[in-house]
């Protein structure tokens, strides 16, 4: 395997990283801060009264958040 494609490889992991993309409506989030205990990756945090990315680079998609929701205001893509 050549320099090129050791590059070309950081580079695809780096783009998979990024795509992860979590939204909260936070309209629809009473803070109640399930998705913040139940996240193993501690991707969420509290800001103000509702919940907010702290890091999104961290998500795994394990989706775990979305489901322990009660008002369903959290996708994960
Ligand atoms: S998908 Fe999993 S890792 Fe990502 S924020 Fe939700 S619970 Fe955390
Ligand atoms: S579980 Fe849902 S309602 Fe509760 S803090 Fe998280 S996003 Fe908000």
């Given at each position: 395997m050549g320099l090129g494609s050791f590059f070309k490889?950081?580079?695809k992991e780096?783009?998979?990283a990024e795509e992860c993309h979590i939204e909260i409506v936070s309209d629809d989030?009473?803070?109640c801060e399930k998705c913040i205990?139940?996240?193993p990756n501690n991707v969420l945090m509290l800001a103000g009264d509702v919940s907010t990315?702290?890091?999104a680079q961290v998500c795994k998609r394990c989706r775990?958040?979305?489901a322990i929701c009660p008002n369903e205001c959290?996708?994960?893509n």
């Amino acid at each position: 395997m050549g320099l090129g494609s050791f590059f070309k490889r950081g580079k695809k992991e780096k783009a998979d990283a990024e795509e992860c993309h979590i939204e909260i409506v936070s309209d629809d989030c009473d803070g109640c801060e399930k998705c913040i205990i139940a996240c193993p990756n501690n991707v969420l945090m509290l800001a103000g009264d509702v919940s907010t990315v702290r890091d999104a680079q961290v998500c795994k998609r394990c989706r775990v958040c979305v489901a322990i929701c009660p008002n369903e205001c959290i996708t994960v893509n």
